[in-house]
T-cell receptor, first 113, second 113 residues
Framework: EAGVVQSPRYKIIEKKQPVAFWCNPI?????LYWYLQNLGQGPELLIR????????DSQLPKDRFSAERLKGVDSTLKIQPAELGDSAVYLC???????????FGQGTRLTVV | GESVGLHLPTLSVQEGDNSIINCAYS??????FIWYKQESGKGPQFIID?????DKRQGQRVTVLLNKTVKHLSLQIAATQPGDSAVYFC????????????FGKGTKLSVIP
């Protein structure tokens, strides 16, 4: 069974440019998460979806970050415009139910120059 | 022995020895705990979990101990192998409808061949 798939693996952009990340969760997993991981830190939740509904986006910086999960499967996370401080790894995870056991993708490493 | 590095606590062990990685969690209402292993350039990988109604749970070469009195969690790895070298994170789920994992700072395990 395929795990959580994310693309791209790496992205380098100039500041003020837009960037988007894509995530395909494990088949059948209704809950999808986007996490941010800074170097040397644990992942921090940005947004959680139950099917297509964003049920927890309190940690998402809404002035520049947006996310969508239109059909309740794949999801995209967008940053516009990117800032130098956005350089980090963006992790997508999914879980079968609301138990909290999340399975993670490989992440997208973003570098803003 | 265990030491605090610049960014992550580091534990260095000899191959074949047992490893113990500790974690202090913050919320006494947390009812579900997960240990993740994260290798360089990869997303966190599930190792073992435990619910708050248990004190101990064993997997293959790994054991998780939970002490709710002092809010402490530990991961024991038996016969540590070079492939165990990674950063280990504990994560807690507050439950009560939260469904959000909060990650600890992580411990870097280095196995000396």
């Amino acid at each position: 069974e395929a795990g959580v798939v994310q693309s791209p693996r790496y992205k380098i952009i100039e500041k003020k440019q837009p960037v988007a990340f894509w995530c395909n969760p494990i088949s059948g997993h209704n809950t999808l998460y986007w996490y941010l991981q800074n170097l040397g830190q644990g992942p921090e939740l940005l947004i959680r979806y139950e099917n297509e509904e964003a049920v927890d986006d309190s940690q998402l910086p809404k002035d520049r970050f947006s996310a969508e999960r239109l059909k309740g499967v794949d999801s995209t996370l967008k940053i516009q415009p990117a800032e130098l401080g956005d350089s980090a790894v963006y992790l997508c995870a999914s879980s079968l139910d609301q138990s909290g056991l999340a399975f993670f993708g490989q992440g997208t490493r973003l570098t803003v120059v | 022995g265990e030491s605090v590095g610049l960014h992550l606590p580091t534990l260095s062990v000899q191959e074949g020895d047992n490893s113990i990685i500790n974690c202090a969690y913050s919320n006494s209402a947390s009812d579900y705990f997960i240990w993740y292993k994260q290798e360089s350039g990869k997303g966190p990988q599930f190792i073992i979990d435990i619910r708050s109604n248990m004190d101990k749970r064993q997997g293959q070469r790994v054991t998780v101990l939970l002490n709710k009195t002092v809010k402490h969690l530990s991961l024991q790895i038996a016969a540590t192998q070079p492939g165990d070298s990674a950063v280990y994170f504990c994560a807690e789920n507050v439950g009560a409808g939260s469904y959000q994992l909060t990650f600890g700072k992580g411990t870097k395990l280095s196995v000396i061949p």
